[in-house]
Nanobody, 128 residues
Framework: EVQLVESGGGLVQAGGSLRLSCAAS????????IGWFRQAPGKEREGVSC????????YYADSVKGRFTISSDNAKNTVYLQMNSLKAEDTAVYYC?????????????????????WGQGTQVTVSS
C-alpha cells in the first residue's frame, strides 16, 4: 500500500522558516516523482515544487523560486520542502503527492490530476 505522510507544518511569523517532510512507503522510491502542492482557503490546489527521483532534477513554481528548496533522503524515503522567507500568502495546507516517473522534460507535473498518491496534508500558517 502506497503511503505518503507529511509533517512539519505549524505557525510561523513572516520572514521565518519551516521544513516540511514527506515520508513515503509502499513503492520504489527512486522510480517516482514527488511533488509538493498547497491549497489556501477558497483557492485551487497549486503545484509548488517537485523532485524527479530518477535524475535528481528539481522544479519550482515562480511564486516560491529562491525561497523554497526541495530535497530527498534516499535512505529514509523522505522528501523535504525547506521554506524560507515565508510570507502571509504562503499560508495553506501543504500536500505531498507521488506518481511514477515519466520523461516530462522541462514541463514538470504541477497539476493535481497528474499525481496518483496523496498525503493527508499539513497546515502552514504565516502570520504577518
Amino acid at each position: 500500500e502506497v503511503q505518503l505522510v507529511e509533517s512539519g507544518g505549524g505557525l510561523v511569523q513572516a520572514g521565518g522558516s519551516l521544513r516540511l517532510s514527506c515520508a513515503a512507503s509502499g513503492f520504489t522510491f527512486d522510480d517516482y516523482v514527488i511533488g509538493w502542492f498547497r491549497q489556501a482557503p477558497g483557492k485551487e490546489r497549486e503545484g509548488v515544487s517537485c523532485i524527479s527521483r530518477i535524475d535528481g532534477n528539481t522544479y519550482y513554481a515562480d511564486s516560491v523560486k529562491g525561497r523554497f528548496t526541495i530535497s530527498s533522503d534516499n535512505a529514509k524515503n523522505t522528501v523535504y520542502l525547506q521554506m524560507n522567507s515565508l510570507k502571509a500568502e504562503d499560508t495553506a495546507v501543504y500536500y505531498c503527492a507521488g506518481r511514477r516517473w515519466f520523461p516530462f522534460g522541462s514541463s514538470w507535473p504541477r497539476e493535481p490530476f497528474e499525481y496518483d498518491y496523496w498525503g493527508q496534508g499539513t497546515q502552514v500558517t504565516v502570520s504577518s
